[in-house]
C-alpha cells in the first residue's frame, strides 16, 4: 500500500469512498462478497489477505476535514462492533487526526525555527563584517583610529570607576625614516612594512591590549592594567624585534627600524592630555636619533 497509494476517487475501492465521502464504512464478511463487483485495488487486498473476514474504515479528520483513513481488520472471525464501539473508535480518530497535524505544525515551527537561527546567524557575520569594517584598518586588520578612541575613553572610564587601583598605559609607535623607504624601495614595499609591524605588534601584545593602526606609519598599543615599566618593558621588544626583521625587496633584504614613546596615565587628566604625553615621549625618541624607546610620566 505505500507504494501504491490511493486515488482520491470513489472509483479506486472502499477506503477511497470512505475518504472522499467523509464517512465510516463496514463489510462485516468479505468472505460473502468476494463473488460481487469491486475495485481492482479491493480485489487484490483480499486475494492477498487470503481469509479476510470484518472490515471497518474510519475517518481521521482534522475538525470536519478528512485526512486520513484507519482501518480495523480481522483476518479469522466476524467481529461486529456496536454503536459505542464505534463511536469510541471515531473519538480515537478526531484524536490522531489533532495529533498529526500538531505534530506537522511543530515541524513546521521547527523548520521556521531552524530558518530563523540561520537568518540570525548569518546576520551576526554580516553584522560582525560591518563592524571590522567600521573599526578596523583594510591594510593590516588592527583597529583604527576611531575604534582607538572610543576603546581608550571606555578604558579611562573604567580606569576612574574602578577607583584608581588598576594601571593603565599607552605606547604610541612610528617607523623610522618611512617617508626615504617608501621613495626608495616604493610604496608596496612601504605597506608590506607597516603590515609586517602591525603583525608584531598583534603577536607580541596581550589579549586585553587594542593595538590599533594610528595612522599612516604610526601605530598604537593600549595597555589596561600595566605600569610604565610593562610598557617600557613591551616597546623595548617591539623594537628589538623589529631590528631584527628583514624584508625580500627586490632580490635585496632591508631592514626598518621603529621608535616608541611610551606614557601611563595620570589619575584625573583627560584622555587629550594622556595622549599627548606619549606623542611627546615618541618626539623625544625620534629627536634622540631614533629606534630607541622614551617615557613620559
Known sequence: YKDNPYEISTS???TSVCFVQNTRLAVLDAMEILNLPMSERDRGALELMKTPR?????????????????????????IELNLNEQMTIEQTCNFIGTAIFNSKLYRKVELQS???????????KKIEILDDMAHKDSLTGLY?????????NRLIHEYNRCRKQQFLSLIIIDIDHFKNFNDTYGHVSGNTAICRTADILFEMSRKMDVA???????FSIILPKCDIQGAMHLGERLRSRIESEKL????????????VGCAQFIPDEDMSSFVTRADQALYRAKA??????????
Do not use: H
Not at 583604527?144 to 581608550?152: D, I, K, Q, S, V
Not at 590599533?212 to 604610526?218: H, I, K, Q, V
Not at 625580500?248 to 621608535?259: A, Q, W
Not at 631614533?290 to 613620559?296: K, M
Open 12 to 14: 479506486d475501492g472502499a
Open 54 to 78: 470484518t472490515f471497518y474504515f474510519f475517518v481521521i479528520r482534522r475538525g470536519q476535514k478528512p485526512i486520513g483513513v484507519l482501518w480495523l481488520i480481522s483476518m479469522t472471525k466476524v
Open 114 to 124: 531552524r530558518d530563523i537561527e540561520m537568518l540570525n546567524k548569518e546576520l551576526a
Open 144 to 152: 583604527n583610529f576611531g575604534f582607538f578612541r572610543e576603546e581608550l
Open 212 to 218: 590599533c593602526r594610528y595612522g599612516g606609519e604610526e
Open 248 to 259: 625580500e625587496i627586490d632580490g635585496k633584504s632591508v631592514s626598518f627600524t621603529i621608535s
Open 288 to 297: 634622540g636619533g631614533r629606534n630607541r624607546v622614551e617615557f613620559d610620566v
